[in-house]
């Protein structure tokens, strides 16, 4: 897998000051793509362990508050597995930090419903996920007040509370101190 950026210091994808990773590689071509040069699997920089080893350590700081996963596509098959790597060191090392992640598939339809390689590999991923935006993003629903998701048929999904529901929660900003 490649990725395209890390940032350290991200407040715009997810509550708090976070850490996020934008991985390379996507098939969606969504019209008005905010970045679209990732769509190439082969853009950026190999995910070595180094790198994840560095994404351990900007997450450790007190004021770090969570872990956002972007891409590109981070349910793209072929950037799964290395993504499941990361997600378990973030939850076992870092247990404190949350993540969100960023996807373009739909959440019952395209990754419930297995439709995305391995699914071991999908379910597990989803297990170390607590807040899923996900849908494609739509031009004509862009929306700039929008918070935490660029267009309006976007959803912001409490992975937890979805499971223990058996239906799509959404997530509550009322809680966001939790996420
Ligand atoms: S899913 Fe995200 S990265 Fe992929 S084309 Fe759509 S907006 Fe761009």
């Known amino acids: 897998m490649n990725y395209a950026t890390i940032k350290s210091y ?6 708090g000051v976070r850490v996020s990773l934008f991985v390379s ?21 190999p995910f070595t362990p180094e790198v994840e080893q560095q994404i351990i350590d900007y997450l450790k700081p007190w004021y770090i508050r969570g872990f956002s996963l972007l891409g590109g596509e981070p349910f793209e098959p072929a950037n799964q597995a290395a993504l499941l790597g ?11 930090k949350t993540v969100w992640c960023y996807t373009g598939y739909d959440y019952e339809k395209d990754i419930l419903a297995g439709q995305l390689g391995d699914w071991d590999i ?9 807040v899923l935006v996900d849908g494609e993003f739509h031009q004509e629903e862009k929306d700039l007040s ?9 959803r912001i999904i409490d992975v937890k509370a979805s499971a223990i529901a058996d239906e799509v929660v959404l997530w509550d900003a009322n809680n966001e101190a939790e996420n």
């Not at 991200?10 to 509550?15: H, K, L, Q, R, T």
């Open 10 to 15: 991200d407040v715009a994808n997810g509550p």
């Open 122 to 130: 999908t379910r597990e991923l989803l297990s170390h996920i607590d």
């Open 146 to 154: 929008l918070r935490f998701k660029g267009s309006r048929n976007q």
């Open 25 to 45: 590689g996507c098939t969606h071509h969504c019209k008005g793509c905010f970045n679209a040069e990732t769509w190439d699997f082969n853009y950026g920089q």
């Open 86 to 96: 990361l997600m378990r060191r973030i939850k076992k090392e870092c247990p404190e």
